[in-house]
């Protein structure tokens, strides 16, 4: 091999050999970061941990967690977890509601946030505010039943997809107390007689 040929390669392969190290410490710090933040996934008080101040989780990458993001009903850990934030654009695990929590203002003014990517929810979780401001928000997948007031009053974008998504959680009240489900007005227009028809024969009040 010429001397060139030679000096070529070995620079080939330092380059790799050093591309290699390198992703590998940036994995074992992304590990031990989130696996610290985290809990290694046992984690279940997110209150303000990823809003945004001025400071912190400004975007995308820094915002990258690694395992789902449960919020429990013991004490105020769903509160303003993604209050303000200025940068993150999708949630990128699941949030999962542990029992009857209050999404106090989980979402709340999340400008740049465009995709929840699922918001596990049962019965018991109520939504004070959880998606006030949220003016970006199109994406949002729900799994499980509604069955508490929400708006989505600030949200004009939401996709026929999230629209289809909420009213097919949201419980059949028939013979109880009614609840209230709110939308932006351009959404409302977009709504089919027959997903307004489906929405009342639930027995809950669509307003916009």
Not at 6 to 33: E, I
Not at 61 to 75: F, V
Not at 173 to 200: F, M, N, P, R, W
Request: charged letters at 20%; one cysteine or more; a negative charge.
């Amino acid at each position: 091999m010429a001397t060139a040929d030679l000096v070529t390669q070995l620079k080939q392969d330092f380059d790799d050999v050093y591309a290699a190290g390198k992703a590998a410490g940036s994995n074992s710090y992304y590990d031990s970061f989130w696996d610290t933040f985290q809990d290694y996934g046992n984690r279940r008080a997110y209150r303000n941990a990823f809003q945004d101040y001025g400071f912190g989780w400004k975007d995308n990458t820094t915002y990258n967690p690694k395992y789902p993001i449960i919020l429990s009903s013991n004490g105020f850990g769903a509160n303003n977890t993604f209050a303000n934030s200025t940068g993150i654009t999708d949630t990128k695990v699941d949030i999962i509601c542990e029992g009857s929590v209050d999404l106090v203002s989980t979402f709340s003014a999340a400008r740049t946030l465009k995709t929840i990517k699922k918001l596990v929810v049962n019965e018991g979780v109520k939504y004070s505010g959880t998606f006030s401001s949220c003016t970006s928000l199109e994406n949002i997948t729900f799994e499980g039943v509604i069955a508490n007031s929400l708006s989505f009053a600030n949200s004009s974008l939401l996709t026929v997809e999230s629209i289809n998504n909420i009213i097919g959680c949201l419980k059949d009240l028939t013979g109880g107390t009614a609840q209230t489900l709110t939308v932006h007005k351009s959404v409302c227009e977009k709504l089919t007689d027959e997903q307004k028809a489906t929405i009342t024969a639930k027995n809950w009040e669509l307003v916009y």
